[in-house]
């Protein structure tokens, strides 16, 4: 691991006022993929920032009915939350299909919406990647790409965004909340947080450089049934290959949003105007621009079989 220095902040201003002043500093709370990255010498950041004890470690109500998820809420309690059990199902279950609880223990809610691609060639540093390093080319292509994107990808790189609860958020239509430098605040949409890779694939998200992220908002509850169905490879402790989040609802209507295929959650709300004809429908219109390698092709009929067996115990629940 590279040489470091590390502060510990005790505000938000303290923080982003750390962040600015320092170049190639980093933001640490959880650690539980920045620590992974340095050690392999992936992440080398000249500064280390602790944002462990600035707060923003709860859960609140909106006025208008919804709730104000604290940044450094800790993934075991936000999926533990009564209000999220009962009013968003989506999200509890999909933090629950991550990681393991040792690691959910630790794990912040901004932590888990920046955590970093597990693209098996991002992690090794004898690989081209233009994810760790612009321009050097991407070696996942035409490479081992069973686990990696289908659709949303491009000729710079075809990772895929590894968190199960960004793809919920993605769902129940979360903002995110920040504060930079200047004591401004911002608020973007979970829609437009992650950027897809285009020739900039280092560029994962729409934060500025002098940016915190406070918290994640979330609406009024939606109604219908919630699910979240994770395929992977092993019962636990494995990232998807597909995942689908879906809210449904008695008269065939619904939203669906899925993991594991795209760099970010991938949601396309004119797709779900084809609920009522069923998963096949959602599915094509879903994935309608999809160009898998040879490797994972089997991830486009998998999302349909997936969603259609979300739709299928929904009918029988």
Request: proline share 6%.
């Amino acid at each position: 691991m590279k040489a470091f220095t590390y502060e510990r902040a005790r505000t938000p201003h303290e923080a982003v006022t750390a962040l600015a002043r320092t170049p190639g500093a980093r933001i640490i709370a959880g650690g539980t993929n920045l620590l992974d990255l340095m050690k392999l010498q992936i992440e080398t950041p000249d500064h280390l920032i602790d944002i462990g004890r600035i707060g923003l470690d709860t859960i609140d109500d909106t006025p208008d009915g919804g709730l104000r998820i604290g940044a450094l809420v800790r993934n075991t309690d936000l999926a533990a939350d009564m209000r999220v059990r009962r009013h968003y199902g989506v999200l509890s279950r999909a933090l629950l299909a991550g990681a393991s609880g040792q690691l959910r223990n630790k794990a912040t809610t901004s932590g888990n919406l920046l955590q970093r691609t597990r693209c098996p060639y991002f992690y090794d540093p004898n690989q081209p990647c233009n994810k760790r390093q612009p321009g050097a080319g991407c070696a996942a292509i035409g490479g081992v790409s069973r686990q990696l994107g289908i659709i949303g990808t491009s000729e710079a790189c075809i990772a895929t965004h590894p968190s199960d609860m960004a793809v919920a958020m993605r769902l129940l239509d979360a903002t995110v909340e920040t504060i930079n430098v200047r004591g401004q605040s911002r608020h973007i949409s979970i829609a437009d947080f992650h950027r897809l890779p285009g020739k900039t694939p280092h560029i994962e998200t729409s934060l500025h450089s002098d940016e915190l992220i406070t918290s994640l908002t979330l609406p009024p509850p939606v109604g219908g049934h919630h699910f979240y169905r994770k395929v992977r490879d092993r019962a636990s402790y494995a990232f998807a290959l597909v995942s689908v989040a879906a809210i449904l609802q008695k008269d065939g209507t619904g939203r669906v949003a899925v993991g594991g295929i795209a760099p970010k959650p991938w949601r396309i709300e004119a797709a779900e105007s084809e609920m009522p004809k069923g998963s096949e429908a959602v599915a094509a219109r879903l994935l309608a621009d999809a160009s898998p390698t040879p490797a994972n092709a089997f991830k486009v009929p998998l999302v349909e079989r997936t969603l259609a067996a979300v739709i299928q115990e929904a009918k029988a629940s």
